[in-house]
């Protein structure tokens, strides 16, 4: 089949050669960390630009980035079975982190999402569920024969939507949606049947009217109506839309130029160093920018995804395909939120939005990753 | 997992594969739906966002050019523009409207009536995006305090616009008028292009008259604003054309001259200068400042204004409608010589009373016991009445009228004096249709001393002696002596309309003029007294108009009525006979006497302006040069 020839490699091939034994020794994969540097490299630069030219902000995120690389590193020498071994424990305190956010957590803009232990640092338990669940659910899975039971498929979705559903609850829609993408992707990845997945989906849509009445807050609605309908309310709920869109559209095919953005710079872009960050880019560099940073999240992509097939264990192949799969979604519910095609949900646009938590649980993840990669033994086929 | 079975690992390794290999197919076409929209966004709809874009950014605001100026006929700054500090919102970026104006009550003394002023506009329909004036007349240190918390009020801005001033209040108030804010039955009337920029248009007086030359055309500016709204820069730039400036016959030291002559009194005196119809004073005491109006006055203080006795608003000069009185005579003689009603050697016996038929009611002369045997030229000296009774009942109340609509009696006969009343000049059919009633030959009595029906304005007395002054020929009455720019006074003045007065014998003038300088020097002149100890010879005529009617042969005691209830005091006049250069209409409200009150009034500006301010050919704005900087 000409299709898994692409990742159907011998497996011993990729650990031999002379060059490879320097990286496995550090543990670490140099075309990934190649390929993150310059995407954190051009990230910053835009920054600059998206935070009108404080360079105190792009310093701190500078530090921050600096910090979640030394994270990425530590994650990567660890072995994938300390992860395993360690899944069911993490998971146990996650879910009750989140119980504990619930009952006292401290709140931001009417969310509560941040837990202060006494002589710790304040925390978000939703954003290592990122990290976690997808651990927990490969752990579940890989101890099964895949594909998997039915039952095992229903246990495994009880692992993701608990924590999902204690997230949803915060309320924090976008962490939720992508802890709930990273579990469903290891099910996926698993091996569900494609009968599940389209039953999951008809599921879905069927529940969707329900959430609308039950579950969502009122401004979580207001996001959706305002994406049908921008127009109805320019200076409220759409001004966000409205104003991202005008930056990409203005932006035209090269861009206004670095610094140039006049969206951004004369405030009428919000959020323009957070969450809307690529309409600055595009704005700036226009459409030849904006392939090119789609390319270089897709050269990430297919790199995880390359290590992730090479990777000698169900588990680690589960985890590994989870991590690269969630960091797809954000890249496409953001880039989709900005350019509106989809409602506006907290996800930042990964390792260039402004911004510590995300970026430091996107690094862990390639740690993960790489770890994967480098910790593989020699198999005598 | 179950003992005894064994996990098939290349089978579960091929089976991630597959599914990898799905996903991967699913990144790419997700990714290439990014791609698509950003293709749609950015190349196939560039041109839309980019227009959108601009919008943000870029605002056309418009640039009020600034009000010409006004001169007097020397020169003197009558009306200038000053540049005044107001905060302003713009309502659709400020947010919170309570929050930021209970700060910018903190920063500055906001009274209840400014925020009740900005409600209402906040309510009225505006353009989107329209900045409000909260407060006007910004101290230096508010200016400060508001700078320093600017960032804290996004939509607040501080601007500066150019405000009328009058830098002699009330001298000039009833003369120039003001200006004042746009109301919105104005705004359905003006060019809503050309006023885009502008706050203010003339109420009245000159302001109004010459709205259209004092406003100039708008400019505009294309500038770069901040989604706060806050200019940061200027893009393009067409500048306004300023209004033009003006210069007006009035001599800032005769306005102020009339003034002192009625200070602490209530009257009026409007001065002509009969060869040109200019009005050289236009005085109407008591006067008020007419700067208190341009920004919006407190109901306090209008208040005041407006429930004063005296009046101040009121503009006596174009507004008041007096009983002529005696003033009427000159015109009333002129009628009886042309009409054949009477003639220059007619004498007749005054009695002191003047009889329709024996035993009627009894029209009494102003001297009790009567002037004995008197012609018309000692009937104009003396002001006798019988002698006027007589030859008004002999002209009948037609004749009357066609000769006094000549003098510009019953009309607005000004060229550009905005707001001035026609008074009354009565007739058979205006009784009719008035009071409908036939006209009685008590009526022509009565009209025959300028008392009864008839009404008229200072402006309207000076005019008709201006007339005489002239022997007949008319100039209107008008302000505008020069503009500047490219036009011609004749261009911007409305067209003149009356013809001369031409009489069977062009003599009778002079006869009148003669009489009516026996008013000043004659020996038995009523005004012989303010006549007294000229250098030059002067005509005149004094008058008094009663405020309420005494009964037939009550007794009249000046002393024992409240001051309010006294006659009117009036006078008209010109000087010098022969070559008339100054025309003057006086009166002086409960004054008393036309002789002792507003004659010496009219003396005093006669010998200011034929003595003292001995004129200087020369015009201060080039008319229809196009030059108009050179004496700035």
Redesign the interface.
């Known amino acids: 089949m000409a299709v898994s020839e692409l990742f159907d490699q011998p497996e011993n091939e990729s650990l031999s050669g002379p060059g490879r034994r320097f990286w496995s020794v550090l543990h670490i994969d140099p075309i990934l960390l190649f390929l993150l540097v310059i995407l954190v490299a051009g990230g910053l630069v835009v920054l600059y630009s998206g935070a009108d030219q404080n360079m105190a902000v792009v310093k701190a995120q500078g530090i921050r980035m600096g910090v979640a690389l030394i994270v990425m590193l530590v994650f990567a020498q660890l072995d994938p079975a300390v992860f395993r071994r360690w899944a069911p424990w993490l998971y146990a305190a996650g879910v009750l982190a989140l119980a504990a956010v619930l009952l006292f957590g401290a709140g931001a803009k009417g969310a509560q999402r941040w837990l202060a232990l006494p002589g710790l640092p304040r925390f978000q338990p939703s954003e290592l569920m990122k990290l976690v669940v997808p651990m927990m659910a490969a752990w579940y899975l890989s101890r099964r024969f895949l594909p998997p039971r039915l039952r095992y498929v229903a246990v495994s979705l009880l692992i993701v939507l608990l924590p999902m559903a204690m997230i949803i609850l915060q309320p924090d829609l976008g962490t939720s949606l992508l802890v709930g993408a990273s579990g469903i992707f290891v099910i996926f990845f698993a091996g569900m049947s494609w009968k599940l997945i389209s039953a999951f989906f008809g599921l879905v849509s069927v529940s969707a009217p329900l959430m609308w009445f039950f579950v969502m807050q009122d401004y979580q609605k207001q996001r959706v109506l305002t994406l049908l309908d921008p127009q109805s309310d320019p200076l409220g709920a759409g001004w966000n839309i409205i104003q991202s869109k005008t930056a990409i559209g203005s932006g035209g095919l090269d861009g206004k130029g670095w610094l140039q953005g006049t969206q951004s710079h004369l405030e009428f872009l919000p959020e323009s160093h957070t969450d809307f960050i690529v309409a600055v880019l595009a704005e700036e560099f226009g459409f030849i920018g904006m392939v090119c940073l789609l390319g270089l999240y897709l050269l990430i992509i297919l790199r995880c995804l390359y290590i992730a097939a090479l990777a000698q264990d169900s588990f680690s192949r589960l985890l590994a395909g989870a991590l690269t799969m969630t960091f797809f979604i954000y890249i496409f519910v953001n880039v989709g939120m900005v350019s509106g095609l989809l409602p506006v949900v907290g996800v930042p646009l990964p390792l260039i939005s402004y911004g510590g938590t995300s970026s430091v649980t996107l690094m862990a993840a390639f740690g993960v990753l790489m770890s994967i990669h480098t910790h593989r033994r020699m198999i005598s086929a | 997992?179950p003992w005894g079975?064994f996990?098939d690992?290349a089978a579960?390794?091929?089976?991630?594969?597959?599914?990898?290999?799905a996903?991967?197919i699913l990144?790419?076409s997700?990714?290439s739906?990014?791609?698509a929209?950003?293709?749609q966004?950015?190349?196939v709809?560039?041109e839309?966002?980019?227009t959108?874009?601009?919008k943000?950014?870029v605002q056309v605001q418009s640039v009020a050019p600034p009000r010409g100026l006004v001169y007097d006929r020397n020169g003197m700054l009558l009306a200038e523009n000053r540049p005044v500090f107001s905060v302003t919102l713009v309502p659709?970026r400020v947010g919170d409207m309570g929050q930021a104006l209970a700060k910018l009550g903190q920063l500055l003394s906001v009274s209840e009536e400014d925020l009740e002023r900005f409600r209402r506009r906040l309510e009225e329909r505006r353009r989107p995006f329209q900045a409000l004036p909260l407060r006007y007349d910004l101290t230096e240190q508010e200016i400060a305090r508001l700078a320093v918390h600017r960032h804290e009020l996004p939509g607040v801005e501080v601007a500066a616009e150019l405000v009328r001033y009058y830098p002699h209040g009330e001298l000039t108030a009833h003369a120039l008028g003001y200006v004042g804010r746009i109301n919105r039955q104005e705004l359905q009337r003006i060019d809503p292009v050309n006023y885009a920029g502008t706050n203010y248009i003339g109420k009245s007086g000159v302001e109004r008259f010459y709205e259209k030359l004092l406003h100039g055309k708008v400019g505009y500016q294309n500038v770069?604003?901040?989604?706060?709204g806050r200019t940061?820069r200027v893009l393009e730039r067409q500048n306004p054309v300023p209004g033009e400036d003006i210069e007006l016959h009035m001599d800032l030291r005769m306005q102020r001259l009339a003034h002192k002559l009625l200070d602490g009194r209530r009257g009026a005196i409007v001065a002509i200068e009969p060869s040109t119809g200019g009005l050289l004073a236009l005085a109407s005491v008591p006067g008020f400042d007419a700067n208190l109006f341009v920004t919006g006055i407190s109901v306090e203080a209008y208040r005041e204004l407006s429930e004063s006795r005296d009046m101040p608003l009121f503009n006596r000069a174009l507004r008041g409608q007096y009983p002529p009185g005696s003033t009427l005579k000159p015109m009333l003689a002129v009628a009886g010589l042309d009409s054949g009603a009477t003639t220059r050697d007619k004498t007749i016996w005054d009695p002191g009373y003047f009889q329709l038929k024996s035993n009627g009611r009894r029209w009494r002369d102003w001297k009790r016991g009567g002037h004995g045997w008197v012609d018309l030229k000692a009937s104009v000296a003396q002001s006798c009445d019988i002698y006027f009774y007589e030859m008004a009942v002999e002209m009948g109340v037609d004749t009357i009228h066609h000769y006094l609509t000549q003098f510009g009696f019953g009309e607005d006969a000004t060229l550009d004096v905005s707001g001035a009343l026609s008074g009354l000049l009565p007739s058979r059919d205006w009784k009719r249709a008035v009071h409908n009633q036939p006209w009685y030959p008590g009526d022509t009595v009565n009209l025959g001393i300028g008392q009864g029906f008839m009404l008229a304005t200072p402006l309207q007395l000076a005019t008709a002696t201006s007339v005489i002054a002239n022997r007949g020929s008319w100039s209107e009455p008008r302000l505008l002596k020069g503009v500047s720019g490219d036009r011609s006074v004749e261009d911007v003045l409305p067209q003149e309309t009356h013809q001369s007065i031409t009489l069977e014998n062009p003599d009778t003038w002079e006869f009148v003029v003669e009489a009516m300088a026996a008013v000043m020097h004659g020996a038995k002149g009523t005004a012989r007294g303010a006549g007294r100890g000229a250098s030059y010879r002067m005509a005149g005529k004094t008058g008094t108009a009663q405020v309420f009617s005494l009964a037939e042969d009550e007794e009249y005691d000046a002393e024992e009525i409240r001051e309010r209830l006294r006659d009117h005091a009036m006078f008209v006049g010109f000087a010098p006979v022969d070559n008339p250069r100054i025309a003057v209409a006086v009166i002086v409200e409960n004054g008393g006497s036309g002789s002792g009150t507003a004659a010496p009034v009219a003396r005093a500006m006669f010998d200011a302006w034929l003595l003292d301010y001995a004129e200087t050919e020369e015009s201060v704005v080039a008319s229809g040069t196009g030059v108009k900087d050179w004496w700035r």
């Open positions: 997992m079975e996990k690992t579960e390794r091929r089976l991630f594969q597959r599914r990898a290999m996903m991967l990144v790419l997700l990714l739906i990014l791609i929209r950003m293709y966004l950015q190349v709809e560039h839309i966002y980019t959108l874009s601009d943000n950014r659709e770069e604003t901040n989604a706060r940061l």
